[in-house]
């Protein structure tokens, strides 16, 4: 029977390990917020990070960014020295991919093996066990790891070696970005030309304008139902954490000197949006307000 | 039986008029060039644009740019005064949606009604009678040229009144370019952090990245077989054609007060790519190598 | 003594014709607006564009758009046919280049010398006879021309040939709005990271970031007296005028192949403002709010 | 007697180094590269940066990025142990703000004063002694430094408080970046339509238009003598820093979440310009290049 630590108990974490619990692992949970500890049905508290990670055979994190991550794993009374070599490590936060290679680095080094498997889905994915996980790290890691992402989630993909999984999360959040960006610019462009944006999404949607946003997420309110544009903007992905993404693609940028004008105009374009409209707590596709301020009513 | 006049025989025109007289409708086609004139199988020629106008039950145009448009129909010696008020003018040239409203006005004027309904699908598309309308004017104009699109194309969209086949064509073209520079900005960002662009593509197409660009016509070499990357970006749509259309994009969004960041952004990198990489004659995906330099060899 | 025709008289019009007259020219004023030709003092009325432009010396014209300019002198009753050999005449109106060539190359073709002379100084200058005149055209129509100018304005440049005044004041303008917005940018930046906006304002002005709205024309309020900023952003360079003439960049890199994508942002970033923030009618220096929200107030 | 260890003795650091030697100051210095520890003329030798740290009055650093900083001053065996707490600290590297507020926390907790104090003009100025300095931290820091300050350049800005000096040089760097860029295309798009670059330059240098760049460091060869332009682009501030620079102005926004179109769009095409053009070691005025590909030659 596997037994499995896992830390960092938030909107995302609580729900993740409360499915391992329920599909039989042994999860000891820890979280700096000790009510969040006793919320996680099915799972016994740990005392400390290093006491979650004491003896298990796997360790799952989930943590808001790298220097939480680095922390953790290699700061001052990290968990590093705790962790069994036969322990494997998961982490899935979503954070940017060169602390990611420095951390699983370090492990590396002490003969344990780490993956990292950033999730998309939201917490509605999170709380129905249908997450995607980008993995990156070794074949022979995830092979180890797959009865749990088969416990959070639906999708399991293989990115490539450590911190592949951080980089293919960073492109694809990156892309959506542009393409919610760029759906939301051409509706309102149609819109204040006459046109009707139910209309005008449907005939780009047969050609070749279409995208996985004007397809299954149109931010124009109205146009589909069951989205987050038709219950004004609320839920979803929030306009701050594709802004956080985004920063993760600025940084993956700079630091290895690739150009990406498309994504850098889309994160100032969000955070211009969320500065100019309040809007970092909606879903991400009320970006169609910059286009269109009539909207916002 | 239709008797159709036809003016414009370039790479397009050519072919669509051929299909029109295979399909059993009585053609007549102009030309500047006269050789032109002679090349479309199955047609009879006419003298002048006006002798093409003159008597027939529909009259087509395919041209390059408004201002041939605008000549055609009423400039000096314009095709409007000869066009009888039953004749259906349909115009299925690329043009900005301004000239468009213009022309189609001034031909209301006179009782007469047109259509503007600019293609997409290229010379291929244009020969196979496989194009897509997108069809700008009245339902009643729409259903009486149907049988005419039909025998020149598979797709038929009406997109609403006179000038909106234009103005939709130029939100989706805009969209396209804007997902097409986005697509070949992950791949790179993903190589040159160590990804392979075959599992990226895989994995974005799966997930909330998806977009036509990249799920089938990727711009990374060597991704997809039977596309422009893989055949060194020869043939297909061109980059001059993109940049031609965002173009049109940007003087509709300066003409409508609207904002376009995106699409403007993607318009300049089209054609730094064009004036960079001497690229104006390969196909549009070739804006990989703006991001890929080593690709260029 | 020399006669002067005069059509246009609106907020910048109307005052620059009265300088004329008070400069001891003979003018001839004619607007469609009636009461606009009652208001320039010492001019005498004409009863039409055509009355205005026959026997005069100079024929000056002040107009909103390359449209109305191509109206005035070549179209239908264009005053071109009226307008004598030795006329010299003198185009004040902002307008797209491609416009300003085409009517000074019909006007050529009858014999007939014609400057485009755009302004800059606002309603101010033309009041207050201070304007800049930008010219394109001969060098000897420059001369002729130059004593008009002197009672127009302050500064007079020669750009180059026929419609080099346009195109050299779209550069110009083009460039203030990419370094206006540059500089409310770099002013944002510092201030959300703690500095005070005067005191960064002094060190980029003594190093390689001064430029002209920085050193003389400071976005940031408080900063400078006797800005715009420091009066609410009324009165001055209106944003709407800015993003008409940002159209007008994107209108002349469109038709010259060019790749301006700084331009392009700059001009997106206006129209974003205008609309977002309901500023078309602010000075253009009140794109701070963009970057400062909480200014707005 | 002032006593002076200086750590990181580069093209930059030697110099400056030697500038204090020779106005009179006692300097100790240590680079990890022996053979630059005997370049630095009128200076001793220090076997460790730990040694160079021991018993001065004044500690300066001159390092290429934050990493190097943090780990000369509080990684492990860093200096922070061996300064006195009457060592004056200065920093001259430009690196993030974050990493430098960072610093001089962890020094001011142990009530060591540091000052950053990033410097512009460079390897010339290094020589020359006349430097630029913007300075970050107290008042006193500052006036207990100037000596310094003097010894190795012309011109000292106190920006305000720990960081600061960073931060104004972030945002200097980024206008600098985009007037560059915006002075560059505008100039193009004027040459290409007709424009004379000497001409055009001087009308906009007299107008709204005149920045830094255009009046003093034109872009355009043959415009100005002097200048990185004239020379073939060699020397001067090269492509690959200012890349540096603006991937700190990035960080910057992406930190504290501001938004920053222009400054993003001007870093990613100076990056496209390097890879695109191999121009990251040419004066980064060099831009001019990606907007009239024919100067490249």
Redesign the interface.
């Known amino acids: 029977m596997t037994t499995v630590g896992f830390v960092g108990l938030g909107n995302m974490g609580g729900p993740m390990a409360a499915n391992l619990a329920k599909a039989g692992f042994t999860v000891k949970v820890f979280d700096l917020v000790p009510a969040l500890i006793a919320g996680v049905e099915g799972a016994s508290g740990a005392g400390s990070a290093r006491d979650a990670a004491t003896g298990v055979d796997v360790f799952v994190s989930m943590l808001p960014a790298g220097r939480h991550v680095e922390s953790l794993y290699i700061g001052a009374d990290g968990v590093a020295d705790v962790l069994g070599k036969e322990t494997l490590v998961i982490d899935c936060s979503t954070i940017d991919?060169g602390t990611a290679r420095k951390v699983a680095g370090a492990l590396a080094d002490r003969g344990i093996t780490m993956l990292d498997a950033p999730v998309?889905g939201g917490t509605a994915g999170a709380q129905n066990g249908t997450l995607?996980f980008?993995v990156g790290g070794s074949q022979a890691g995830l092979d180890r790891g797959r009865p749990l992402f088969e416990a959070m989630g639906a999708?399991i993909?293989?990115?490539?070696?450590s911190?592949?999984g951080q980089?293919?999360k960073?492109?694809?959040?990156?892309?959506?970005a542009?393409?919610m960006?760029?759906?939301a610019?051409?509706?309102?462009?149609?819109v204040?030309?006459?046109?009707?944006p139910a209309?005008?999404s449907?005939?780009?949607q047969?050609?070749?304008?279409?995208?996985?946003?004007?397809n299954v997420?149109n931010p124009w309110p109205g146009v589909q139902d069951g989205v987050a544009s038709s219950r004004g903007y609320s839920g979803g992905f929030l306009t701050d954490l594709m802004?956080k993404d985004l920063?993760l693609?600025?940084?993956?940028?700079?630091s290895?000197?690739?150009?990406?004008?498309?994504?850098?105009?889309?994160?100032?374009?969000f955070?211009?949006h969320?500065?100019?409209?309040g809007a970092g707590r909606l879903d991400f596709s009320s970006i169609q307000w910059?286009?269109a301020?009539d909207l916002k009513g």
């Not at 993909?157 to 070696?161: K, L, M």
């Not at 960073?170 to 959506?176: A, D, E, H």
């Not at 610019?185 to 149609?190: I, K, P, R």
């Not at 000197?257 to 994504?263: D, H």
């Open positions: 991919p998309s995607t980008i999708n993909y293989h990115a490539g070696d911190g592949s980089i293919a960073v492109c694809n959040n990156m892309l959506l542009i393409c960006a760029g759906t610019e051409a509706l309102a462009l149609g204040r030309n006459g046109l009707d209309k005008l449907e005939i780009m047969k050609s070749s304008g279409g995208n996985w946003c004007l997420y802004t920063g693609a600025l940084e993956t940028a700079v290895s000197a690739s150009s990406i004008p498309m994504g850098s105009l889309a994160r100032n374009l955070q211009t969320a500065l100019a409209n910059l286009y301020p």
